[in-house]
């Protein structure tokens, strides 16, 4: 049976939990992803992560839907840009192979305290940008490639934390705090 798009998603989700947790290496990683996002039937999605705790044959995409909210950028040679005013989920996910990927966080809405971006770059580029008000975190690592996150810390322990996971292999992934753009109502971010 043919995958959905949220069939991949969700093999892809599942594979950078795994990567986070430590049971996939950055190669096996982006192998796995690069692989998942060009399959075309459940067939070659099944064994991606038939080794892993969670792994299973796909769901039905209604499934997938309720289970997963989140957008997911890909740049497969060509480029995707998501930038001005929107609703940020608790997830992004960004594949650049070998396309870039731009996500521009400076005029976002923040739904939650905690964002979450799987970034992996295979011979690509994923650029992050977030206001200079925010905390900015890293949890990633590159393989023959860069994995540039400017970490920094918010004054207002409301703001908003962003964490950029993942990996880059004979990539980049770079996530920087814009200078001049800032988040302007930290009210609704209680602890």
Not at 73 to 88: K, M, P, Y
Request: a positive charge.
């Amino acid at each position: 049976m043919r995958a959905s798009d949220g069939e991949r998603e969700r093999v892809a989700a599942l594979l950078g939990d795994a990567f986070a947790a430590g049971r996939l290496t950055g190669d096996e990683y982006a192998e796995r992803v690069a692989a998942a996002y060009g399959a075309r039937t459940h067939a070659q999605l099944a064994p991606l992560v038939a080794d892993l705790p969670a792994g299973h044959a796909p769901p039905r995409p209604a499934r997938v839907a309720a289970a997963r909210p989140g957008v997911t950028l890909v740049g497969l040679l060509a480029g995707t840009v998501r930038r001005g005013r929107w609703r940020v989920g608790p997830r992004l996910n960004a594949f650049a192979c070998p396309g870039p990927v731009e996500i521009d966080l400076t005029e976002a809405l923040f739904e939650q305290r905690e964002v979450v971006v799987t970034a992996v770059a295979v011979g690509g580029t994923v650029e992050v940008k977030v206001p200079e008000n925010v905390t900015l975190r890293d949890a990633g690592s590159a393989v023959l490639g860069t994995f540039d996150v400017q970490q920094c810390t918010a004054e207002d322990p409301r703001a908003p934390i962003i964490v950029v996971r993942g990996v880059a292999v004979c990539g980049v992934v770079r996530a920087v705090a814009k200078r001049g753009k800032r988040l302007r109502d930290l009210r609704s971010y209680r602890d």
